[in-house]
């Protein structure tokens, strides 16, 4: 498995917004300015065929239209999208194309041939060759849910936006690697600090933990104590 951390920022920094590929074809969030960053890396737009998103916040999902866009604008696209997401994605999804481009909206949406997945909490379902596990995590009042994603004997969990919380333990238990979350110094209602990430670390001595959605200031602290995930990093499973 290869996961290529696009962006790695929080939305208060000059770094890209937190948002990751899997094996060229799997995007996790798709957030402000992401679709032409992967165009300035050299990913094949029409190569990604699966999308997932953890939640609606702006910085998550907001470069969506871009992506249909370049999809389905001016012909049909015969490699059907899968796309993710809690049972609002679709209609999320549609009320932002249409703000975004009224003129073309619809026809965009159906020439991207998309299939939506739903999920929730405690599922998991097998997609091409991943076994992806969804489990709730606790991002105040905007439900936002954790990804565990396995392909062969590799396993990498995804935390997303969340506080400390006790489903962060079963979606990380045995990970190769967790990308977590550590927008903030100190743990708030909304995002993780030192504290959790240290705890986290005591609990999962055997996992690679990486921090991600850092601002400037969680960015350098972070540094001082874990690994921290830079955009454009490759880390290979």
Not at 55 to 77: K, T
Not at 83 to 112: F, H, S
Request: glycine share 6%.
């Amino acid at each position: 498995m290869k996961l290529h951390i696009l962006g790695s920022g929080s939305i208060d920094t000059h770094r890209l917004s937190a948002s990751y590929l899997i094996d060229d074809t799997m995007l996790l969030d798709c957030p402000n300015g992401i679709i032409k960053h992967m165009k300035g890396c050299g990913v094949d737009i029409k190569g990604i065929d699966t999308v997932y998103i953890s939640h609606f916040h702006a910085d998550h999902y907001f470069d969506l239209p871009f992506l249909l866009m370049d999809r389905g604008l001016f012909a049909p696209c015969e490699k059907t999208l899968t796309m993710i997401g809690q049972p609002e994605l679709k209609d999320k999804l549609t009320a932002l194309m249409r703000l975004a481009y009224p003129d073309v909206a619809d026809r965009v949406i159906d020439n991207c041939n998309i299939n939506f997945v739903t999920i929730k909490d405690g599922d998991t379902i097998t997609h091409k060759d991943y076994t992806m596990r969804f489990y709730s995590v606790d991002h105040h009042v905007i439900p936002s849910i954790g990804l565990r994603i396995s392909s062969g004997a590799h396993t990498a969990a995804f935390s997303f936006d969340t506080t400390y919380c006790d489903n962060l333990h079963p979606l990380i238990q045995d990970a190769d690697i967790a990308v977590v979350e550590m927008a903030s110094l100190d743990t708030s209602p909304v995002h993780m600090g030192e504290d959790s990430i240290k705890k986290l670390m005591h609990a999962h001595p055997d996992t690679r933990i990486i921090t991600t959605h850092t601002g400037d200031a969680s960015f350098a602290r972070a540094k001082t104590f874990v690994e921290t995930a830079e955009d454009n990093m490759i880390v290979e499973l």
